[in-house]
């Protein structure tokens, strides 16, 4: 059976937070469960999402460095890469004192019946689920648009971190965001929002590009890391960075040989991205000096 409760190996959140009050808007007809399972390839996967939530994995109160951060995992905006792009990261944040959040952004929906595929056999090609505007053209939520959806959902979440900033002991100018293929486009959406939205920082991991879309004048600091053999990315993230250096806004840039899209492919550089993160925010003070890395908890 798919369904099951979160694997045990993936410590709880301290805290579930639901972004909205009651069923949010555009979901009063979504009637199905989440679910969270392991894949057959041993990945973690959520999917489902119809109640968007944060969840929130706090840093040990010895070493909080009194910055946040909201993960936004990917997952071609049917799943959530839950382990690795959620609480794994959460767990690399946590270690140099960084709050973590982790968004659970509303999905487009998948029969849970389909069977899973199998390593080393062919599956059957299934239906696309979304045209390259966000629309969906299949299934129960056909005409809604999911980059509309999860830009609400992240909305949501950055606005509540914000409000409750002085409570959770958040310095002014320190809540940022980092984003994984899908979930780049939900942190490069706030990055690219009205101030009111925008993060402070925000990471664009394997994601796409501005879609030719002017760069906020005051844009926050922008964070890319890419795989040179990640066809679709690669190109996509060296635009992104491009049109935010010829915006003036502060960028940095990280195109590793090899790992892939997800960064799968080990010994590239590519799986150890996350010291290079936080050495961006040591370097712009959302880190203090002299704190460790975190490559060894990114899996």
Same mark, same amino acid.
Request: glycine share 10%; aromatic share 12%; net charge negative.
């Given at each position: 059976?798919?369904?099951?409760?979160?694997?045990?190996?993936?410590?709880?959140?301290?805290?579930?937070?639901?972004?909205?009050?009651?069923?949010?808007?555009?979901?009063?007809?979504?009637?199905?469960?989440?679910?969270?399972?392991?894949?057959?390839?041993?990945?973690?996967?959520?999917?489902?999402?119809?109640?968007?939530?944060?969840?929130?994995?706090?840093?040990?109160?010895?070493?909080?460095?009194?910055?946040?951060?909201?993960?936004?995992?990917?997952?071609?905006?049917?799943?959530?890469?839950?382990?690795?792009?959620?609480?794994?990261?959460?767990?690399?944040?946590?270690?140099?004192?960084?709050?973590?959040?982790?968004?659970?952004?509303?999905?487009?929906?998948?029969?849970?019946?389909?069977?899973?595929? +199998?390593?080393?056999?062919?599956?059957?090609?299934? $239906?696309?689920? &979304?045209? @390259?505007?966000?629309?969906? %053209?299949? /299934? =129960?939520?056909?005409?809604?648009?999911?980059?509309?959806?999860?830009?609400?959902?992240?909305?949501?979440?950055?606005?509540?971190?914000?409000?409750?900033?002085?409570?959770?002991?958040?310095?002014?100018?320190?809540?940022?965001?980092?984003?994984?293929?899908?979930?780049?486009? +939900?942190?490069?959406?706030?990055?690219?929002?009205? $101030?009111?939205? &925008?993060? @402070?920082?925000?990471?664009? %991991?394997? /994601? =796409?590009?501005?879609?030719?879309?002017?760069?906020?004048?005051?844009?926050?600091?922008?964070?890319?890391?890419?795989?040179?053999?990640?066809?679709?990315?690669?190109?996509?993230?060296?635009?992104?960075?491009?049109?935010?250096?010829?915006?003036?806004?502060?960028?940095?840039?990280?195109?590793?040989?090899?790992?892939?899209h997800g960064f799968l492919h080990e010994g590239g550089g590519a799986d150890l991205f996350m010291?290079?993160?936080?050495?961006?925010?040591?370097?712009?003070?959302?880190?203090?000096?002299?704190?460790?890395?975190?490559?060894?908890?990114?899996?």
């Amino acid at each position: 059976m798919l369904h099951a409760q979160t694997p045990a190996h993936l410590p709880p959140p301290a805290r579930v937070i639901s972004l909205y009050d009651d069923v949010a808007p555009g979901s009063e007809s979504w009637n199905w469960k989440e679910y969270t399972y392991v894949t057959l390839y041993g990945n973690t996967v959520t999917r489902n999402v119809v109640r968007p939530t944060l969840e929130f994995y706090p840093a040990d109160p010895a070493k909080f460095c009194h910055t946040a951060v909201i993960i936004a995992p990917g997952g071609g905006f049917t799943d959530l890469m839950i382990k690795y792009e959620g609480v794994r990261t959460a767990e690399a944040l946590n270690a140099v004192g960084v709050d973590a959040f982790v968004l659970k952004y509303r999905l487009i929906y998948t029969d849970p019946s389909i069977p899973l595929p +199998v390593p080393g056999q062919p599956t059957s090609p299934q $239906p696309r689920k &979304r045209n @390259d505007s966000g629309q969906i %053209i299949w /299934g =129960p939520q056909s005409g809604q648009n999911i980059y509309e959806l999860s830009h609400a959902d992240a909305r949501r979440a950055i606005a509540w971190v914000k409000a409750n900033a002085d409570k959770l002991g958040i310095a002014p100018h320190h809540i940022g965001i980092i984003g994984f293929s899908a979930g780049a486009y +939900v942190s490069l959406s706030l990055a690219m929002d009205e $101030p009111t939205y &925008r993060p @402070d920082f925000a990471g664009v %991991i394997y /994601g =796409p590009d501005n879609h030719g879309e002017a760069i906020p004048m005051d844009a926050p600091p922008i964070f890319v890391a890419v795989a040179a053999d990640d066809e679709w990315s690669a190109p996509l993230s060296l635009n992104l960075f491009k049109s935010w250096r010829e915006a003036k806004r502060p960028a940095e840039i990280h195109v590793f040989q090899t790992g892939g899209h997800g960064f799968l492919h080990e010994g590239g550089g590519a799986d150890l991205f996350m010291d290079r993160f936080a050495e961006w925010m040591r370097t712009n003070g959302w880190l203090p000096p002299g704190t460790a890395g975190t490559g060894s908890k990114f899996r």
